[in-house]
């Protein structure tokens, strides 16, 4: 029995070396998790900084070990080795901390931290040895993500061997109840090989002088870059109070190309760049930030405190790995005079409003009427669940909505029940002889719509709660819906824009002369839309199909201003229209967007003032952007319209992060196919409803990012093991022929969430059976060889055999921690208003070591084509 027991165990040993001789993290945390510190209890849920991912990545946690800063403007640093020996890469950065408590974070990589204590004033500097940035955060930023295939190399033969974490917390007045902060990020690492490999390039002004009262001061940056291409996927600005807008370029032959511009006053996140641009040879990267000296009674110079102020333009690429560099900075103006050419949006401030101004600053005085910390939990909850969640968009297939029996759809709304209304043109249509050459209804004959033309409808099941409309329109197109329940509709045939009461039979307010077209304050020609503002109760109207301007009327509908202009010849210019088609205010930032249709991109203009702010616009939309919305939070929608001959662009729904106008996720239906989506409408729980005016339908989409959501919040393991059975069965779905029922397709979809956490379980328990099943069937197997062929000399040569293998393991492994230097050295220098002021530092403010369709509704012309109407 004796020798039973001692060959099982040998056998369970060998067999558990060979299983994790395959590379799992944890088989390599031993040395880390013996070194580890003690965090506070107080702010950490788990002390665990370490966590398995999967065979080949798993997660390091970097957090401050619970901390109580004693004044204002205090830096402390901390420091974690990196918990393995060979070669990884960081491929996400995951933030911990809020603007409440913390002005900034940096992390950095270097060999020797400069204290070994659990945290020590920064004062004392960050490393002993070159350090450079890895990661920079400020102002509630979202999570940082690199592109797939892309990762910064840490670790291996040339790595070094820590992390340091540099927390600057500034106004400490949050720090009144003595609580203990644990602020910091977790990376996503992986030992699987990235073929390119990440960098930082820093663009920082070391001189610029800020006099008091100056209305605009410009700091510029410029140098010629002398190395192999890199590719730049992301950038980031910092700057401190008195910065108004930072912006990067590169320069080639003259061409001033756009990296990425962007208030230093919104999250200081790393913003995607929006169209690649890769550096190659002799171009020139230049970088401009303007201050303003307004409210300064003196000087303000580049230093290291709240009160100073810094010029900082980073920039995230990547290379090849035989040639990557990690780190490369930029602290001159090698060409002063070529600033002349910049584009003139380098100095077009990006307004902010002034609620967030006081909370990305960190002030803590009482804001009249609003409590502040329930003003910062909102933001950190939006920013959690709309910035922070990966979600998909797809149709509510179960919606009996798609079968109601409706005319042209034209327009959608959102009552303040969240109901959803629906414009529709009955039994109109709008083809090629509703209008003559000016414009000019032709089919008065007909008559008004005699159907109700506004719809109101559960949005869960599609029942008609509310008609209205009947014998008012001639051919219904925008609608919205003001936070009274009043619906505002423009028609185009009657060139009219109109308030309703809900149950009012007559209008409210009528803007426009009946059936006749015009383009001053009193005529429009073909308003295609309207918005209303929920606060100062100002109209919006897009005009139209035949002018191309917006048009600000006050709440009683008296005239006020308009802006833009008609496209001209070449690209479009901001401010030019070519169909201003939809609209949607942007109450978070003062802004109102207009999807600008026929030049297939969406425009934002300062709603109080009509100035231009930016410009949306992707490859993917086409050569048409038929509707956009915003949701409350950061999200904006839009569908686009279908593509021109030869032309690969689908027609779909798209989901933007409204911040960095990046595309999150597309969406089209599974029933039916949109053939000219016309209008999008959102709420804020992600629910999105699209409108066609050829399908005469409207379809219902939702997130499945809800039951996924809750997966999170209980287990991010588990997660990680749904998502990787989730990719199994689409993967072996992808070699079965599809179905062509989009219902079937639909259940599998379901069935297959339905089944992720069963099949994690499974798969699990599978793997723990296996084991067991082998070693018994090998034990049989040596027993009866052991009785039968060696007799009693049996069990003495398997237990030299098995202490030879066991030995061989137990030799292998071994070699120290070794993350070498990363990131290139890079010189210090001095300025007034700080202290030995390091680009180490960049905005860690303090010096640390001396380191020194066409809407006709009838078919599209090929290209080039006419304006469509709709």
Known sequence: MAGLVNNLLILFLVFQNICFGFRSPLSVFKRFKDTTRSLSSECLESDQPVISLGLSDFALDIRMPGVTPKQSDTYLCMSVPLPVDDEAYVVDFKPH??????????????????????????????????????????????????????????????????????????????????HKDCSGVTLHLTHQKQPLIAGMYLMMSVNTVIPPGEKVVDADIACHYKRFPMHLFAYRVHTHRLGKVVSGYRVRNGQWTLIGRQSPQLPQAFYPVEHPVDVSYDDILAARCVFSGEGRTTETHIGGTANDEMCNFYIMYYMEAKHAVSYMTCTQNANPEMFRNIPQEANIPIPVKSDMLKMTHGHHEATKGTDKSSLLQQAKKEEEEILDQDFHIEEAVEWPGLDLKLGQVSGLALDPENNLVIFHRGDHVWDENSFDSKFVYQQRGLGPIEQNTILVVDPSNAKLLHSMGKSLFYLPHGLSVDKNGNYWVTDVALHQVFKLGADDKEPLLILGVALQPGNDKNHFCQPTDVAVDSVTGNVYVSDGYCNSRIVQFSPDGLYVMQWGEETSLGRARPGQFHIPHSLALIPDFSQLCVADRENGRIQCFRSETGEFIREIKHKSFGRELFAVSYVPGGLLFAVNGMPYPGEAEPVQGFVMNFSTGEIIDTFTPLRKNFEMPHDVVASEDKTVFIGDVHARAVWKFASTEKMEHRSVKKAGIEVQEIKESETIVEATSRNNP????????????????????????????????????????????????????????????????????????????????????????????SRKGFDRLSTEGSDQEKDEDDGTDSEEECSAPPPPPAPSSS
Not at 139 to 166: D, I, Y
């Open 738 to 829: 599809e179905t062509t029922d989009p219902l079937k397709k639909q259940e599998k979809q379901h069935l297959v969430r339905q089944a992720s956490t069963g099949v994690s379980f499974v798969l699990i328990t599978t793997l723990l059976i296996i084991p067991v099943v082998v070693l018994l069937a090998i034990l049989v197997f040596i027993r009866w060889r052991k009785t039968t062929v060696y007799g009693a000399d049996g069990e003495h040569k398997l237990d030299s055999s098995s202490g030879r293998i066991l030995g061989r393991l137990r030799g292998k492994g071994g070699g120290g921690l070794n993350l070498g230097n990363f990131f290139a050295s890079h010189k210090g220098y």
């Open 97 to 178: 901390a809020s603007m409440d408590t913390v002005h900034h974070m940096l992390l950095f990589g270097c060999n020797e931290p400069s204290s070994t204590e659990n945290y020590w004033d920064c004062d004392e500097g960050t490393c002993k040895d070159k350090s450079n940035i890895l990661y920079a955060w400020a102002r509630n930023a979202p999570p940082t993500r690199l592109p797939k295939g892309v990762g910064f190399r840490v670790g291996g033969e040339t790595g070094g061997r820590f992390f340091v974490l540099q927390v600057h917390y500034g106004d400490i007045s949050a720090f009144r109840d003595k």
